[in-house]
């Protein structure tokens, strides 16, 4: 059964820092893709940063120069770390992996994390 499983949330300064983990279990290959999405209240939930298999990542304007994605691929790890955060910043964050075809995997939703920024 394939299980995402976030932590590292908390409530921080503004300009403080936070380090996100996503532990996927139950899943029998590397996903090309993983994500990070984010939701605040009365707001739909955004695409806040992907990294694929390779290394390669990108990241919504809102977040680049103080957001960094990172995986270890070996344990099926996520993390997101965090600097210089702001209020705006205040969502719970949720881990993704995409669907995959070519392994029939349907996609996968962590249960999500709370991330509160105090002005």
């Known amino acids: 059964q394939v299980q995402l499983v976030e932590s590292g949330g908390g409530l921080v300064q503004a300009g403080g820092s936070l380090r996100l983990s996503c532990a996927a279990s139950g899943i029998s290959f590397s996903p090309d893709f993983m994500d990070w999405y984010r939701q605040a209240p009365g707001k739909q939930r955004e695409l806040v940063a992907s990294?694929?298999?390779?290394?390669?990542?990108n990241y919504v304007d809102s977040v680049k120069g103080r957001f960094t994605i990172s995986r270890d691929n070996a344990n099926n790890m996520l993390y997101l770390e965090m600097n210089s955060l702001k209020s705006e910043d205040t969502a719970v964050y949720y881990c993704?992996?995409?669907?995959?075809?070519?392994?029939?995997?349907?996609?996968?939703w962590g249960q999500g994390t709370q991330v509160t920024v105090s002005s």
């Open positions: 990294i694929n298999r390779g290394g390669s990542t």
């Open positions: 993704f992996v995409p669907p995959d075809y070519i392994w029939r995997f349907p996609g996968a």
